[in-house]
Nanobody, 122 residues
């Protein structure tokens, strides 16, 4: 599966951004789609995930109520709507996929998209 992330940028605190992750190639409804982020000098961390059915959604505690993950099954695209952005949300955001039944993070680079940089100024 190929994953293409986009939508990052430089915004002020309190602003919104929407990230997109377009999946192509061997797309399958048996994958769980997710977003991770990595801030400078920190470990990569899980942000949110969703199944293609939309039935299982999970968030990092610190983004609950501000971020919303969704998917468009026609466009094979997963979105991350980020509202009320804070400087601590500054990071490179990665989309990822894992087969249902496996665990995060995916170990193979085949399941990672390139990152998109989000910078939130105070």
């Amino acid at each position: 599966v190929q994953l293409q992330a986009s939508g990052g940028g430089l915004v002020q605190a309190g602003s919104s951004l929407r990230l997109s992750c377009a999946a192509s190639g061997r797309t399958s409804r048996s994958y769980v789609m997710g977003w991770f982020r990595q801030a400078p000098g920190k470990e990569r961390e899980f942000v949110a995930s969703i199944t293609w059915s939309g039935g299982s959604i999970y968030y990092l505690d610190s983004v609950k109520g501000r971020f919303t993950i969704s998917r468009d099954t026609v466009k094979n695209t997963v979105y991350l709507q980020m509202n009320s952005l804070k400087p601590e949300d500054t990071a490179i955001y990665f989309c990822a996929a894992r087969p249902i039944g496996s665990t995060w993070p995916p170990r193979s680079s085949d399941y990672w998209g390139q990152g998109t940089l989000v910078t939130v100024s105070s």
